[in-house]
């Protein structure tokens, strides 16, 4: 392994951990952060673990004004038997550089970022919650922070990584959740941004899931932005059909985000050997699936819940009711096993989950200074 010379100053002034039966998701944050700078001419510098601060920026830093900015998410899990686990997080850190290529940001050394994420684990490791279905959220994000007003690719960065200790999504079980195709408003276009993780994708989305909560749906499925026709994703998950007996989810277009739990989800049905297609999907085929009743399942995926059982749809007026309003089988076995090979209560044969311990984090570094 190589070893990245990772500066670490720690807190002397360490916070009270939560309450982990009252967790709110990314509202408390652990002691450290890692943080790196990027000068052009220079490239990234300065990999340093430091005490979780506020950030002094100039006002006119671009990422204030233009939006150039990029971000990721994945959880740490603290297993029965106290092993910490990531899973797949070098998908995440591959598609930061993907994010990273869309708006003009420089590349990070993903190993780099995977070491600094491991090493700041270790120094937060007490601050992982172990009671079922809770997590530590990890955001790394970069943001562009020349201070000029021009319109082009910031000639400064920073690479940041904050970790927050989340609760259980199902407090209460899993309910499926009311969900309004949204007919107005698009989230991305092909050609757009929509298959980078950009904030710029979040704050447009808003204003459909504000009008769509007022009506006591609690998220949008967003259709295409050509022809406002094609199913794309649902809320900031991507999602899953079960049709008569087949599984279908929209294919990668270059307006949908490509999910690492979706991609995890279609290797899981394909080791299964459940039919799982790749397509497009309108919502014209859906609506007539469900009255032809062979709409049997249908699910979001991403990080934050993993699963997201899908109850009613709401189109044109109508409600089309999802398997009685209830998780379907297919979706349920799916949320267990992903859940369970991803803190460790059950076997992981895609070789998935990764330990994050001393043994395999480089810690011969900056002058000792990292204590475990
Ligand atoms: C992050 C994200 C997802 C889910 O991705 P995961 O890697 O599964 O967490 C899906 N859609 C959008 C728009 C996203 O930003």
Same mark, same amino acid.
């Given at each position: 392994?190589k ?8 807190s ?5 951990k ?50 150039q ?5 994945l ?6 038997d ?16 993907h ?22 684990i270790?120094? *937060? ?20 922070t ?21 609760g ?21 276009? $092909? ?35 050509r ?23 929209? $294919? ?6 490509? &999910? ?23 919502? *014209? ?21 993993v ?34 090979i ?8 895609? &070789? ?14 900056h ?6």
């Amino acid at each position: 392994m190589k070893n990245y010379q990772i500066e670490t100053i720690l807190s002397t002034n360490r916070k009270p951990k939560p309450d982990s039966a009252h967790l709110e998701f990314g509202r408390t944050f652990t002691d450290h952060m890692f943080i790196m700078d990027y000068t052009e001419g220079t490239g990234w510098h300065d990999p340093r673990i430091i005490p979780y601060q506020p950030i002094s920026l100039d006002p006119s830093s671009m990422v204030f004004h233009y939006g150039q900015t990029v971000f990721e998410g994945l959880k740490a899990y603290l297993s029965e038997d106290g092993k910490v686990f990531l899973f797949r997080p070098d998908r995440n850190f591959n598609r930061l550089n993907h994010s990273n290529a869309r708006l003009c940001i420089p590349q990070i050394d993903e190993e780099l970022a995977l070491e600094a994420l491991k090493q700041l684990i270790l120094v *937060d490791r007490d601050w992982i919650p172990q009671a079922e279905g809770t997590s530590l959220y990890i955001r790394p994000f970069i943001i562009s922070t020349e201070p000029h007003l021009g319109v082009a690719p910031s000639e400064n960065y920073q690479f940041i990584i904050i970790m927050s200790p989340v609760g259980s999504y199902y407090k209460e079980g899993i309910h499926p959740v009311k969900i309004a195709v949204e007919q107005q408003y698009v989230r991305a276009v $092909a050609g757009g941004t929509g298959e980078a993780k950009t904030g710029g994708n979040y704050s447009s989305s808003l204003k459909a899931q504000e009008v769509a909560e007022k009506v006591g749906y609690s998220q949008v499925l967003w259709l295409d932005g050509r022809e406002n026709k094609y199913v794309e994703e649902v809320g900031s998950m991507n999602i899953f059909f079960k049709i008569n007996g087949q599984v279908v989810t929209p $294919a990668l277009n270059g307006s949908i985000l490509a &999910g690492i739990t979706r991609d995890s989800i279609i290797q899981l049905l394909k080791h299964w050997n459940v039919p799982v297609v790749e397509r497009r999907i309108s919502i *014209d085929e859906i609506y007539q699936a469900y009255k032809d009743g062979v709409l049997e399942e249908a699910f979001g995926t991403g990080t934050a819940a993993v699963i997201s059982p899908i109850g009613e749809l709401l189109w044109k007026y109508e409600k089309l009711v999802v398997n009685s309003g209830e998780i379907g089988k297919l979706t349920q076995e799916l949320y267990d096993t992903l859940t369970g090979i991803q803190n460790g209560t059950k076997p992981d044969p895609f &070789g998935w989950r990764i330990e994050v311990n001393p043994e395999n984090t480089a810690k011969d570094m900056h002058s000792g200074s990292l204590i475990y």
